[in-house]
């Protein structure tokens, strides 16, 4: 029973703990990010493709 009352205790402490709300908030920035840096890419990737192509075709 101590040792369910001590990982009870622990558990309410992290709980209180703004420091793993944080964490989430990072992350869920970084994720935000990541989404719209991959979105940017697939949608200019093809204008970017085109660009080179025309370019590679004008100079050979």
């Not at 869920?28 to 990737?45: D, Q, S």
């Not at 204008?47 to 370019?55: G, L, P, R």
Request: glycine letters at 6%; one cysteine or more.
């Amino acid at each position: 029973m101590l040792h369910f009352q001590f990982i009870a205790a622990w558990a309410r402490a992290q709980a209180k703990s703004e420091r793993g709300a944080s964490l989430v908030e990072y992350a869920l920035l970084v994720a935000l990010i990541a989404v719209v840096c991959i979105a940017a890419v697939t949608l200019l990737g093809g204008a970017a493709d085109d660009k080179f192509s025309s370019v590679a075709s004008a100079i050979g």
